[in-house]
């Protein structure tokens, strides 16, 4: 099934459903890897990229499942619109913060969270991210 796991406008998808993986970390649903990438990815770049508006299927044919996405956009700290229109610039990757919430993934890899709300800038990591 194609599924939209998060998008350039702050939108998560939070049904926990689907196949789920036994890690060292505990049961995890594979869906959180999608989540999890968007948060490495800001975090791996010093909060300068963020890779979201994932969308695709879930590919569980052969020995080990993997996603199939499609359509990404990178939203960008520095210039809005440096990776097309869909790069809307610190407004993305603020609607993104103010939304994840880290799973099992997240903690796994070690990621600093993500802490922030509507009325407040994205704390990440203890670091003030403001534009």
């Known amino acids: 099934n194609f599924t939209k796991y ?14 789920t993986i036994d890690l060292e970390i505990g049961e995890v ?3 959180d890897f999608v989540q999890a990438f968007s948060h490495w990815v800001y975090a791996k770049t010093d909060h300068k990229l963020l890779v979201c508006d994932l969308q695709g299927v879930l590919d569980e044919e052969g020995k080990y ?14 210039k809005k619109n440096r990776y097309g229109k869909t790069d809307i610039g610190m407004r993305g990757i603020r609607k993104f913060c103010q939304n994840h919430k ?6 796994g890899l070690n990621l600093p969270p ?4 509507k009325s407040e ?5 203890g670091f003030l991210d403001v534009a």
């Open 102 to 107: 880290c799973n099992a993934v997240c903690r």
């Open 29 to 31: 649903y594979l869906t």
């Open 65 to 78: 499942p993997k996603f199939k996405l499609t359509d990404p956009a990178i939203c960008t700290k520095s």
């Open 121 to 125: 800038p994205a704390i990440f990591g």
């Open 114 to 117: 993500i802490l922030g709300g």
């Open 6 to 19: 998060n998008g350039n406008n702050g939108y998560l998808r939070r049904k926990k459903s689907g196949p």
